[in-house]
Nanobody, 127 residues
Framework: QVQLVESGGGLVQAGGSLRLSCAAS????????MGWFRQAPEKEREFVAA????????YYADSVKGRFTISRDNAKNTVYLQMNSLKPEDTAVYYC????????????????????WGQGTQVTVSS
């Protein structure tokens, strides 16, 4: 059974940085793209970034563009989210998810389109 396991969350001061990792484990992993989402208390889950396992430009939410960078290591079946210049409003549980295809940013922003999710990792940014 394939699992996605996030790590790297924690507590950081505003302006600081964190790097999240999402590793896929299991015998077979069928995925075309990966996404990062986040969910703050009493808010809906929101798209953060998405990347294909093949070449191509990733997508970012406007709220993180220029501060966050998504990347991948195909050999390790691992996706990363480098988060710089963190703000208190970035505080949330961050989830990675797997998608079986690539599409427009509107498609990749839709959480229900992803078929496998990790358990989440908490990121807290203090002011």
């Amino acid at each position: 059974q394939v699992q996605l396991v996030e790590s790297g969350g924690g507590l950081v001061q505003a302006g600081g940085s964190l790097r999240l990792s999402c590793a896929a484990s299991g015998r077979t992993f069928s995925s075309y793209a990966m996404g990062w989402f986040r969910q703050a208390p009493e808010k809906e889950r929101e798209f953060v970034a998405a990347i294909r396992w093949t070449a191509g430009s990733p997508y970012y939410a406007d709220s993180v563009k220029g501060r966050f960078t998504i990347s991948r290591d195909n050999a390790k079946n691992t996706v990363y989210l480098q988060m710089n210049s963190l703000k208190p409003e970035d505080t949330a549980v961050y989830y990675c998810a797997s998608h079986r295809r690539w599409g427009t940013i509107a498609t990749m922003m839709a959480a229900h389109e992803y078929d496998l999710w990790g358990q989440g990792t908490q990121v807290t940014v203090s002011s």
